[in-house]
C-alpha cells in the first residue's frame, strides 16, 4: 500500500513497574534502585511513582519504532543489571498477584487526586496496579505550546487528522487493552482478565463485584467519546478542568489555588487523552513483556500515520459492531460509541479473549493495523500474532499456570505461588532483552 512519508511522525513511551526482591515478594525500595543508576545512562529516564514499590521509565521519542526501543531496552537492560546486584527485580505485570504492604508518597498532585476520590481508595489502587502509556506525536502544526492547548487549525486535512487519529484510539482501545492484560489477580484474588483496568476505570462489574474508583467521577476517567472537531475537543478539556476545580473548591478548597494553576490537559486520566507533552497518549494498557508492548505499538503507530498519510476517515457505524476496522475507499468503519463502552470495553475486562466478540475484535484489529508496517514478520509482532491465534493473553497464561498448581481461582491465591508467578515474569523480562536488542526491531511504517 503506497504512504506518504511524514517528516516528523515520532513515538515515545511510559512504562511502570512494580519491584519484588529476589524471594518475589513486593519491596518498598524503588529509592534504593534509582539512586543506584542516579550516575548512568539509566538515571535520566527513571522517575518515581505513587508508591515506593514502583518505577516509571521513559524513553527518548524517536522517528521509528525500532529506534525508540533500542535506546529503551538499552536503559531497561541496565537498569534490570543494577537491580539484581541489590536483589531486586522489575516486575512486568499489571497488578502484583498476591498481598502487599506499599508505602504511598505524599506529593501535593497526589495528594489532590486522592482527596477528591478518597485517599485510601486512590492510594489502594495506584500504589499497587503498573501501566504501559503509548504517545504519539500529533499532527505539525496543531499544538499551540504558548497556550499549552489544541490550536484550531484553518488547514481542514491537518484538523481532520487529528479528529480521526484521536478517534481511531478510542475505537482501539478494547483490542490494545486485551492484547496487553496482565492482571488477573490482585490482592491473593483472581478477579476478571483486567482487574487493574476493572479498579481504575469508571466501571461497575456484578461478578465479580467491582466498583471502579473513578465510577462516580466520569467525566475525568471514562473512555472518551468520539470527536468531530478540535473546538469540540478544547470545550471538553476546559469542561474538565472546571469540574476539577468546582468540586475542589466545595470541598477541599486547600487544594483549589494547585489545581488552578495546572494545565488543563492534566484534568483527564482516562485511556486516550491529548498529553501537554504535545502528543496523543494511549493509557489504558497493563504493563507487559515488552515484545507485546513493542508489537502493540507499532500497529498503533502504523495507523495512525495512516491516518494521516492516506486521509483515512474513522467512521461510527452499525457496520463496525459486525466488521470493525473494514475499510471502503478511505473510510474506516468502527463500532458506536455506546457499544463500544458498554460491551467492548466490559467484555474485554472481564473476559478477554475467552469471549469471541473480543478475539475477532483483535483479530480484525491486527489485521487492519499489519497492512500499513514495512515489516509485518518481526518477532515482536510475532508474539502478538501467536496471542491472537492462540485466544491467549498473558493473563491467560498466569490463570492456566495456577491452576495447574492446585489452586481454585475461587478461592484465595497462596501468597508463596503468587511469588512463584512473580518471579517467573520477572525471569522472562529478563531474557527477553537481549534476544529483542539482537533481532532488528524494523516495525516502522516508512522508514529508508
Same mark, same amino acid.
Given at each position: 500500500?503506497?504512504?506518504?512519508?511524514?517528516?516528523?511522525?515520532?513515538?515515545?513511551?511510559?512504562?511502570?513497574?512494580?519491584?519484588?526482591?529476589?524471594?518475589?515478594?513486593?519491596?518498598?525500595?524503588?529509592?534504593?534502585?534509582?539512586?543506584?543508576?542516579?550516575?548512568?545512562?539509566?538515571?535520566?529516564?527513571?522517575?518515581?511513582?505513587?508508591?515506593?514499590?514502583?518505577?516509571?521509565?521513559?524513553?527518548?521519542?524517536?522517528?521509528?519504532?525500532?529506534?525508540?526501543?533500542?535506546?529503551?531496552?538499552?536503559?531497561?537492560?541496565?537498569?534490570?543489571?543494577?537491580?539484581?546486584?541489590?536483589?531486586?527485580?522489575?516486575?512486568?505485570?499489571?497488578?502484583?498477584?498476591?498481598?502487599?504492604?506499599?508505602?504511598?508518597?505524599?506529593?501535593?498532585?497526589?495528594?489532590?487526586?486522592?482527596?477528591?476520590?478518597?485517599?485510601?481508595?486512590?492510594?489502594?489502587?495506584?500504589?499497587?496496579?503498573?501501566?504501559?502509556?503509548?504517545?504519539?506525536?500529533?499532527?505539525?502544526?496543531?499544538?499551540?505550546?504558548?497556550?499549552?492547548?489544541?490550536?484550531?487549525?484553518?488547514?481542514?486535512?491537518?484538523?481532520?487528522?487529528?479528529?480521526?487519529?484521536?478517534?481511531?484510539?478510542?475505537?482501539?482501545?478494547?483490542?490494545?487493552?486485551?492484547?496487553?492484560?496482565?492482571?488477573?489477580?490482585?490482592?491473593?484474588?483472581?478477579?476478571? *482478565?483486567?482487574?487493574? /483496568? !476493572?479498579?481504575?476505570?469508571?466501571?461497575?462489574?456484578?461478578? %465479580?463485584?467491582?466498583? #471502579? +474508583?473513578?465510577?462516580?467521577?466520569?467525566?475525568?476517567?471514562?473512555?472518551?467519546?468520539?470527536?468531530?472537531?478540535?473546538?469540540?475537543?478544547?470545550?471538553?478539556?476546559?469542561?474538565?478542568?472546571?469540574?476539577?476545580?468546582?468540586?475542589?473548591?466545595?470541598?477541599?478548597?486547600?487544594?483549589?489555588?494547585?489545581?488552578?494553576?495546572?494545565?488543563?490537559?492534566?484534568?483527564?486520566?482516562?485511556?486516550?487523552?491529548?498529553?501537554?507533552?504535545?502528543?496523543?497518549?494511549?493509557?489504558?494498557?497493563?504493563?507487559?513483556?515488552?515484545?507485546?508492548?513493542?508489537?502493540?505499538?507499532?500497529?498503533? *503507530?502504523?495507523?495512525? /500515520? !495512516?491516518?494521516?498519510?492516506?486521509?483515512?476517515?474513522?467512521? %461510527?457505524?452499525?457496520? #463496525? +459492531?459486525?466488521?470493525?476496522?473494514?475499510?471502503?475507499?478511505?473510510?474506516?468503519?468502527?463500532?458506536?460509541?455506546?457499544?463500544?463502552?458498554?460491551?467492548?470495553?466490559?467484555?474485554?475486562?472481564?473476559?478477554?479473549?475467552?469471549?469471541?466478540?473480543?478475539?475477532?475484535?483483535?483479530?480484525?484489529?491486527?489485521?487492519?493495523?499489519?497492512?500499513?508496517?514495512?515489516?509485518?514478520?518481526?518477532?515482536?509482532?510475532?508474539?502478538?500474532?501467536?496471542?491472537?491465534?492462540?485466544?491467549?493473553?498473558?493473563?491467560?497464561?498466569?490463570?492456566?499456570?495456577?491452576?495447574?498448581?492446585?489452586?481454585?481461582?475461587?478461592?484465595?491465591?497462596?501468597?508463596?505461588?503468587?511469588?512463584?508467578?512473580?518471579?517467573?515474569?520477572?525471569?522472562?523480562?529478563?531474557?527477553?532483552?537481549?534476544?529483542?536488542?539482537?533481532?532488528?526491531?524494523?516495525?516502522?511504517?516508512?522508514?529508508?
Amino acid at each position: 500500500m503506497f504512504m506518504l512519508r511524514l517528516k516528523h511522525p515520532r513515538f515515545g513511551l511510559e512504562t511502570e513497574f512494580l519491584i519484588v526482591d529476589e524471594a518475589g515478594q513486593p519491596t518498598n525500595s524503588a529509592d534504593i534502585l534509582l539512586e543506584a543508576c542516579k550516575n548512568k545512562r539509566a538515571g535520566a529516564y527513571m522517575h518515581q511513582e505513587v508508591s515506593k514499590c514502583q518505577i516509571e521509565l521513559g524513553a527518548s521519542p524517536k522517528r521509528t519504532v525500532r529506534r525508540t526501543t533500542k535506546g529503551f531496552l538499552t536503559t531497561l537492560n541496565e537498569i534490570i543489571e543494577v537491580a539484581e546486584d541489590l536483589d531486586l527485580r522489575l516486575l512486568p505485570l499489571g497488578a502484583y498477584p498476591g498481598k502487599m504492604v506499599p508505602k504511598a508518597r505524599k506529593k501535593e498532585w497526589y495528594e489532590m487526586q486522592a482527596k477528591m476520590i478518597g485517599v485510601k481508595k486512590w492510594y489502594g489502587v495506584l500504589s499497587r496496579v503498573c501501566g504501559f502509556h503509548f504517545h504519539y506525536r500529533l499532527p505539525k502544526g496543531t499544538f499551540d505550546w504558548n497556550k499549552w492547548k489544541l490550536k484550531r487549525v484553518l488547514r481542514s486535512a491537518t484538523a481532520r487528522a487529528l479528529v480521526n487519529q484521536y478517534n481511531l484510539l478510542i475505537a482501539a482501545d478494547p483490542a490494545i487493552m486485551t492484547l496487553t492484560q496482565s492482571s488477573p489477580f490482585y490482592n491473593g484474588h483472581y478477579y476478571c *482478565k483486567d482487574t487493574r /483496568m !476493572a479498579l481504575y476505570r469508571d466501571v461497575e462489574l456484578e461478578k %465479580p463485584e467491582i466498583k #471502579g +474508583i473513578h465510577h462516580d467521577l466520569s467525566i475525568i476517567a471514562s473512555l472518551p467519546r468520539y470527536e468531530h472537531t478540535i473546538t469540540d475537543m478544547n470545550h471538553r478539556i476546559d469542561t474538565r478542568k472546571q469540574f476539577w476545580l468546582d468540586a475542589l473548591k466545595k470541598s477541599h478548597p486547600s487544594m483549589y489555588k494547585l489545581a488552578k494553576k495546572a494545565n488543563p490537559l492534566r484534568f483527564y486520566w482516562g485511556a486516550v487523552r491529548i498529553n501537554r507533552a504535545g502528543t496523543f497518549e494511549h493509557r489504558g494498557m497493563d504493563i507487559n513483556l515488552i515484545s507485546n508492548l513493542i508489537g502493540v505499538s507499532a500497529l498503533l *503507530k502504523g495507523c495512525l /500515520m !495512516a491516518v494521516e498519510s492516506e486521509r483515512l476517515k474513522i467512521v %461510527p457505524s452499525e457496520i #463496525g +459492531i459486525r466488521q470493525p476496522f473494514r475499510m471502503e475507499e478511505n473510510k474506516v468503519y468502527v463500532p458506536p460509541f455506546s457499544y463500544l463502552k458498554n460491551h467492548l470495553q466490559i467484555d474485554a475486562i472481564k473476559q478477554g479473549m475467552e469471549s469471541s466478540k473480543i478475539q475477532d475484535y483483535c483479530k480484525r484489529f491486527y489485521r487492519f493495523a499489519i497492512g500499513f508496517l514495512d515489516y509485518p514478520h518481526d518477532l515482536a509482532l510475532g508474539s502478538i500474532k501467536t496471542m491472537i491465534n492462540d485466544g491467549k493473553t498473558v493473563s491467560d497464561e498466569m490463570i492456566k499456570y495456577v491452576k495447574k498448581r492446585g489452586e481454585k481461582l475461587d478461592e484465595e491465591i497462596d501468597q508463596g505461588l503468587c511469588a512463584e508467578l512473580a518471579l517467573r515474569y520477572a525471569e522472562e523480562l529478563k531474557h527477553e532483552i537481549p534476544k529483542l536488542l539482537s533481532h532488528y526491531i524494523a516495525l516502522d511504517v516508512g522508514e529508508s
